[in-house]
DNA sequence: AGGTAAATACCGCTATGGCAGTATTTAATT
DNA sequence: AATTAAATACTGCCATAGCGGTATTTACCT
């Protein structure tokens, strides 16, 4: 009777990230750490709200807010240099 | 007499983004182009003040400037995958 | 199918980001 | 040092992101 948080596989990025790639990669992050949406937001410092938009790509959301979810995920985000290293 | 755009060194990043490495790839990025501030926001779509806090890492800014920006001047964001790919 | 927890939807309220336009300061080239 | 363009600073307005709290819906588990 304990629920449990179905975990999604990690999904595979080509091109640059858009909003809707980065949602993916956070809620793949959160359901295979097993947590709920209320837990991860609280846990990241930001609303439940801002989650969720974050996941699912509705509206727009600060860099801040992405930054603060993607640091407390271990989510790394990196830029692809454009020369030699 | 024609005044031009001097170009920065693209940074090094390590660890994770986060907004100043960010401000310090566009404006790289942008100088190498050899172009200038409002040129470039007029060019990516967003306000000048926009961009100078992207550039700057002043306050906060929306994740679809920073997109916007990104992706006109091609600068490439990757998720580094946590699992095997 | 029923019970239970997770996810989503809804609610104002407040804070601040985004914008255009202009004025001012800074800095590159001759 | 003078010139001229780039960069920054300032102003006000509007739109909306962020928030907590609660209510509702969805979906997992036995």
Redesign the pocket.
Known sequence: ??????PLSTPVQEGPLDARQLGAFVRAR??QAG???????AFC??????L??I??AL????L??VLKVCGMLGIVLKVEPWDGQ
Not at 35 to 41: K, S, V
Not at 59 to 62: C, H, L
């Open positions: 009777m304990v629920k449990r948080v179905k959160r359901t947590m709920g949406i209320h837990e991860t937001a410092g930001v609303a439940v709200d801002t969720t938009k996941e699912k509206g727009d959301v600060q801040s807010s």
